[in-house]
């Protein structure tokens, strides 16, 4: 499971980062040295130019490869303002209009850093409507980190949660679309266990499109 890390902390060295790095270490059972972290302040005037431009600078496009390619996302900002930073917003804007599937079902674990536990809602009124709008699938743990939460156990746990969740969801989207991932069935099926025995299985090559399901049933009418 290859998971990138996105950092939008401007200081060094960086809470947002060492966050970034913690989950994806949980997540992965790598050390923190062996994951990679795209850190976004050394790409702010590569972001900047490309607004303008239109094309992305060499160290911004394969920043968005990596983005694209990796099988799962963690995504990390500070709080300005009550929301994520200007920075983090940007170069997923960018990444949007190369291409604008970028993200489309791809696992995405959000995060933030901040001052005061009270901007901890930042979380479910910013970030996660803008990875549901990028149509990432966004676990359902997300974790934010105030200053006197290093060192609490409490966060230790959260953390655990949140890239427990990641893993899981990652392994499920990779079995589904027959990926190495995969189950003893392979070719996307998945064991759904009911009572405590796995007799169903989801097989995602037979799911038919909302949208064809439809189509047919007013065609028929």
Do not use: C
């Not at 966050?19 to 062996?34: F, I, K, M, V």
């Not at 994951?35 to 702010?44: G, K, N, S, T």
């Not at 809602?121 to 970030?127: F, T």
């Amino acid at each position: 499971m290859s998971v990138v890390v996105v950092s939008a902390g401007l200081s060094v060295p960086s809470s947002t980062r060492l966050l970034g790095e913690r989950l994806a270490a949980a997540a992965t059972g790598q050390a923190p040295s062996d994951v990679r972290v795209i850190e976004l302040r050394d790409l702010a005037v590569d972001i900047a130019h490309n607004f303008t431009s239109g094309f992305p600078a060499p160290a911004l496009a394969e920043a968005m490869d990596a983005v694209t390619g990796a099988d799962g996302l963690i995504v990390v900002t500070p709080v300005f303002s009550a929301s994520y930073s200007g920075l983090f917003k940007s170069f997923f804007d960018v990444l949007g209009v190369r291409d604008r599937e970028a993200l489309a079902g791809k696992p995405v674990l959000i995060a933030a850093t901040g001052g005061t536990p009270r901007h901890s809602l930042v979380l479910e009124h910013a970030l996660r409507p803008l990875f549901a709008h990028l149509r990432a699938v966004v676990v359902p743990t997300g974790v934010y980190a105030a200053s006197q939460d290093w060192g609490d156990k409490g966060l230790d746990a959260r953390i655990e949660r949140a890239a427990g969740e990641l893993a899981a969801l990652t392994g499920a989207l990779s079995a589904a679309s027959g990926g190495t991932g995969g189950g003893a069935d392979g070719g996307g099926a998945i064991s759904v266990t009911r009572g405590g025995a796995a007799d169903d299985k989801f097989d995602a090559r037979n799911v038919v499109p909302f949208e064809e399901q439809l189509a047919a049933l007013r065609s028929a009418g």
